[in-house]
């Protein structure tokens, strides 16, 4: 088994951020800029075969910032877990335990994104009720770091590429409400990256038979400190995650979602103003 981990540069300034320890994916030029670092990966995908018992994955230039992991960190950790098939070293604490789901969170900033997510699905024939879907550290992945061997990139390349399809060559309004933009970081960008972004995670949280190790979250930097007084009720909300998510056993929510509300209440501005108990809709 080899480990083939990418990592993709647009320009001088992208390429002297690249980590030595991993193999530099040229995009110079951006030709695709909308689609995001999934215009590269799928050209790779198109242009190579890929040995099933390699892992493969392919990092942003700002993999050190989000995560402060060097290459040799994450050899080291694909190295200790020889079982798995998926490795993902994914940053963000507080948007991975205060959500049920990433498309929860999605929502809450994105609004519209789960009604457009279920359109999609359902013109794929996979009914998701995102309103019971559980995900925590183990299946949630931000910024697509993660590391993988085919059986996983398989489904997500199927899944992403009838995505492509229907946003690049369709007339109607789903292609209109996918290109059009939304706010990320006070910089515009199409909705439909952010869908793509978080099908890593649906297909962890929909198939159970993939052997996943996900790197601890509590070792990645704090991308917002304002949620650091309440660290161990973010850690007691990912345990309930996955005590319903075992089980399947709603009084888990009952109790996640009060206590996730409280930890909104006191670390986040703009919950303020908000006072939504759910963001599904």
């Keep these: 088994m080899a480990t083939h981990i990418h990592q993709i540069f647009y320009n001088d300034a992208t390429e002297k951020q690249i980590d030595r320890g991993f193999i530099p994916l040229e995009n110079r030029g951006n030709p695709r800029p909308d689609w995001r670092e999934y215009w590269t990966i799928r050209q790779f995908f198109l ?108 489904k997500w390349f199927a899944i992403n590429e009838r995505l492509f399809e229907e946003v690049e060559h369709g007339t109607g309004e789903f292609a209109k409400q996918m290109n059009a933009l939304t706010t990320y970081h006070k910089t515009p960008l199409d909705m439909k990256v952010f869908i793509m972004e978080r099908i890593a995670s649906l297909i962890l949280a929909l198939d159970h038979s993939l052997k996943v190790a996900h790197f601890d979250i509590g070792q990645m930097p704090w991308s917002d400190p304002m949620y650091y007084p309440c660290r161990d009720d973010m850690y007691t909300l990912n345990a309930l995650k996955m005590a319903y998510i075992a089980s399947g056993d709603e009084r888990y929510l009952k109790q996640f979602f009060p206590l996730r509300n409280q930890v909104l209440r006191r670390c986040d501005r703009l919950y303020g103003d908000e006072r939504r108990e759910t963001f599904f809709e």
């Design 47 to 154: 242009n190579n075969t890929l040995n099933e018992d390699d892992l493969y994955g392919f990092f942003s230039p700002n993999f050190h910032g989000k995560t402060l992991l060097e290459s040799r960190s994450v050899y080291q950790f694909i190295d200790a877990n020889p079982d798995a098939e998926v490795f993902h070293f994914s940053p963000f604490v507080q948007d991975s335990a205060c959500y049920l789901n990433m498309f929860e969170q999605g929502n809450r900033y994105h609004p519209g994104m789960i009604a457009l997510t279920n359109r999609f699905l359902d013109s794929i024939d996979l009914k998701v009720d995102f309103s019971k879907l559980g995900m925590d550290f183990r299946s949630t992945i931000y910024c697509n770091f993660v590391v993988a061997k085919p059986i996983f990139w398989q």
